[in-house]
């Protein structure tokens, strides 16, 4: 069973389109983090949040963590070709003390031209 | 400054071979991680150094797989006997310190194992 579950697992737009992905869990966290992975490269960090209702905007991208603290989702405005790549969200995993992350299996978005 | 680094970036071995893979954390991390990663998927957790110390290494997949960092410093993430199964991406990442930081994740290592 997925720890987190993220959705949808692809998705295919036009440039100029809006767009959502969804990360899901049944259990509480105390924060998560949404990574961006293009092709050859490894994960990088865009944003953590910690709060429940958050809501963080990263230029067109803006993020938000669910009240209860066990969801979270990832909402592109005008999503533009170099937006294209794998997006991840991670907790910490709460088992260890040294902050072990947990990934979800990642949504692949292209955007076309 | 570098950031974490890793060789070789593209690694073909024969099953049965045993294979090598390096990580190069940013200089004075103290963390380092090594990941699996399936095609499109997400990471997964393999072990956990603090310093020289393998403090973790719960998600290895079976005792073919050996990770060490005997200076506290570069790591050598080694699998015995590839396998097929074994063809992933090796995700390298390292962190300051404190479990709330960010880790910072290298390249990667594209494992094919035929």
């Known amino acids: 069973t997925q720890l987190l579950e993220q959705s949808p697992q692809f998705l295919s737009i036009q440039e100029g389109e809006n767009l959502t992905v969804y990360c899901n869990s049944s259990s509480v966290f105390s924060s998560l983090q949404w990574y961006r992975q293009e092709p050859g490269e490894g994960p990088v960090l865009l944003v953590t949040v910690v709060t429940g209702g958050e809501v963080k905007k990263l230029k067109r991208l803006t993020f938000q963590f669910g009240d209860a603290r066990k969801d979270s989702s990832l909402h592109i405005t005008a999503a533009q070709p170099g937006d294209t790549g794998l997006y991840l969200c991670?907790?910490?995993?709460?088992?260890?003390?040294?902050?072990?992350?947990?990934f979800g299996q990642g949504t692949i978005l292209t955007v076309h031209p | 400054g570098a950031g974490v680094s890793q060789s070789p970036r593209y690694k073909v071995a024969k099953r049965g071979q045993d294979v090598a893979l390096r990580c190069d954390p940013i200089?004075?991390?103290?963390?380092l991680f090594w990941y699996q990663q399936a095609l499109g998927q997400g990471p997964e957790f393999l072990t956990y150094?603090?310093?020289?110390?393998?403090?973790?290494k719960s998600g290895l997949p079976s005792d073919r797989f050996f990770a060490e960092r005997p200076e506290g410093s570069v790591s050598t993430l080694k699998i015995q006997r590839t396998q097929q199964e074994d063809s992933a991406v090796y995700l390298c990442a390292s962190r300051r310190g404190g479990s709330y930081n960010e880790q910072f994740f290298g390249p990667g290592t594209r494992l094919t194992v035929l």
């Open positions: 150094f603090q310093n020289e110390a393998q403090l973790d």
């Open positions: 991670a907790v910490l995993w709460r088992g260890t003390s040294y902050g072990k992350l947990t």
């Open positions: 200089s004075g991390h103290v963390s």
